[in-house]
């Protein structure tokens, strides 16, 4: 999954950062232009998620719901693209933005961060 977001959004002229598990830079995707890695295995999603104005998780394993869990306790907004869906006493809750595909995911994630980012001297 994090290879094609790298390729999409170096394809769109945009710049890749991999926050990586390991020990090894070379475990980057071909499309990371910045590796950072920091040998801290799962420990790493508390950076990813710190690093973030809006996550998507797609489909996902128990490392997709720890981002979910950190986003949501950091209060980031997380779209959901075929992903965990959280309950509280056995019932849905409505904390993560369901998407249908993937530019749906992208345009959301884009529209939750930039209406939370703080704005800096100059922007329009």
């Not at 710049?15 to 950072?36: C, F, H, K, R, W």
Request: aromatic content about 4%; proline content about 6%; some cysteine.
């Amino acid at each position: 999954m994090m290879e094609a977001a790298c390729k999409g959004a170096r394809a769109e002229g945009g710049l890749t950062i991999g926050i990586l598990p390991g020990d090894d830079a070379s475990e980057a995707n071909p499309y990371v232009q910045i590796p950072i890695v920091t040998g801290l295995g799962f420990a790493r999603n508390v950076i990813v998620v710190r690093s973030s104005q809006a996550i998507i998780a797609v489909d996902g394993s128990y490392g997709t719901l720890s981002e979910i869990a950190y986003a949501l306790a950091f209060g980031i907004p997380v779209v959901g693209l075929h992903t965990w869906l959280p309950t509280l006493d056995g019932e849905p809750v409505d904390t993560i933005v369901q998407a249908e595909n993937p530019e749906d995911a992208a345009e959301k994630a884009l529209a939750l961060a930039k209406s939370r980012r703080p704005r800096t001297t100059g922007e329009t």
